[in-house]
């Protein structure tokens, strides 16, 4: 099955600095890779997600690269706000057993703070 | 436009106890239904997914069972609960293939979720 790798456990950056969490996948067929964040207490929400046909994607402050070669994507986010504290999950496809059945597989998260 | 709902918000159970957690979706039909259990600060335990009304498949054997009454119910039971039951648990909801164009199908959205702890 599918293993999805996330680096690093933890980050600290100063507000207005960049903050890049990296994912890794083991599955070539895997084709979609959505990012949650998960604020405390709350439910995790998707904030971007990219197909295995696109490289980058953006979304005012927020990118996610993708190399399918190397089987790893990356979140990026500039400019970074207080508010961007949170725990963040990176997933990947895979197939689940029955016919049109797909499941996440998730790293187990980054948790970023940004200090003021 | 789609809504998810969890229901209780918080739980409070002796071990021992019996367990009923409920989800339901609007706005939808046929979606496929996930239980997640998420341990304090912790990542995301897939534990059962549904693919319709009565197909139930299970990621992780344990004392927890699932069942799909109706297209957009989930319900997450437990005959008797142990400490380790104790977590945050999320259902989520994504649309069937061939429901949407295949570009979506994958997106899970999660509902509100259930803070459980057994005591």
């Known amino acids: 099955g599918e293993n999805v790798e996330q680096h690093p456990s933890t980050l600290s950056v100063q507000e207005g600095d960049s903050a890049v969490i990296k994912c890794t996948y083991s599955?070539?067929?895997?084709?979609?890779f959505p990012w949650y964040k998960q604020e405390l207490g709350k439910r995790p929400q998707l904030i971007i997600d990219?197909?295995?046909?696109?490289g980058e994607k953006k979304d005012q402050r927020i990118a996610v690269t993708l190399n399918k070669t190397a089987k790893h994507f990356s979140l990026h986010i500039t400019e970074t706000q207080p508010e961007d504290s949170a725990v963040y999950f990176c997933?990947?496809?895979?197939?689940?057993?029955?016919?049109?059945?797909?499941?996440?597989?998730f790293g187990k998260g980054t948790k970023l703070s940004v200090i003021p | 436009s789609q809504t998810i709902h969890q229901w209780p918000a918080t739980l409070v159970q002796p071990v021992g106890s019996p367990l009923s957690l409920e989800c339901t979706v609007e706005?939808?039909?046929?979606?496929?239904l996930y239980w997640y259990r998420q341990a304090a600060g912790r990542g995301l335990q897939l534990l059962f997914y549904?693919?319709?009304?009565?197909?139930i498949s299970s990621e992780v054997p344990q004392n927890l069972s699932a069942s799909r009454p109706q297209d957009r119910q989930f319900i997450l039971s437990s005959k008797k609960l142990l400490l380790s039951d104790s977590g945050f648990y999320l259902c989520?909801?994504?649309?069937?293939?061939?429901?949407?164009?295949?570009?979506?199908?994958?997106?899970?959205?999660f509902g509100p979720g259930t803070r459980l702890l057994v005591l």
């Open positions: 549904s693919v319709g009304i009565g197909q």
């Open positions: 997933a990947a496809t895979s197939r689940g057993s029955g016919a049109g059945s797909y499941q996440l597989t």
């Open positions: 706005g939808t039909s046929n979606p496929n």
């Open positions: 990219i197909r295995s046909n696109v």
């Open positions: 989520a909801w994504s649309p069937l293939r061939g429901q949407r164009s295949q570009q979506y199908q994958e997106t899970q959205y």
């Open positions: 599955d070539s067929a895997s084709n979609y």
